[in-house]
Nanobody
Framework: AQLVESGGGLVQAGGSLRLSCAAS????????MGWYRQAPGKMRELVAF???????YYADAVKGRFTISRVNARNTLYLQMNSLQPEDTAMYYC???????????????????WGRGTRVTVSS
């Protein structure tokens, strides 16, 4: 799949952003889709993912603040980010994984496709 992210930007602490990921070249409805992020000088980490059945997983750091959603008819994945904090500053990457679904695989970064990323900067 080809994945293209958008929606990043600069926001003040406490603000919100919505990231989008447009997918093509694959059967979006059967893939698990998710978001990773990588902050400067840090390792990439899983933020959230959504299975093709609509089940979701969130990293502890974003639970209650971020919401992942998908619209299969539009081949689009979203990440609504609220109550943003400076520690959320990172490059955010969209990813796709073909079946079978696996939380362990997502945590390990074992996905089939990556987007190029969109930058999120949260100022204090």
């Amino acid at each position: 799949a080809q994945l293209v992210e958008s929606g990043g930007g600069l926001v003040q602490a406490g603000g919100s952003l919505r990231l989008s990921c447009a997918a093509s070249g694959s059967i979006f409805s059967i893939d698990s889709m998710g978001w990773y992020r990588q902050a400067p000088g840090k390792m990439r980490e899983l933020v959230a993912f959504s299975t093709n059945g609509g089940n979701t997983y969130y990293a502890d750091a974003v639970k209650g603040r971020f919401t992942i959603s998908r619209v299969n008819a539009r081949n689009t994945l979203y990440l609504q980010m609220n109550s943003l904090q400076p520690e959320d500053t990172a490059m955010y990457y969209c990813a796709a994984r073909k079946p079978p679904e696996s939380i362990a695989a997502w945590r390990a970064g074992l996905v089939d496709s990556w987007g190029r990323g969109t930058r999120v900067t949260v100022s204090s």
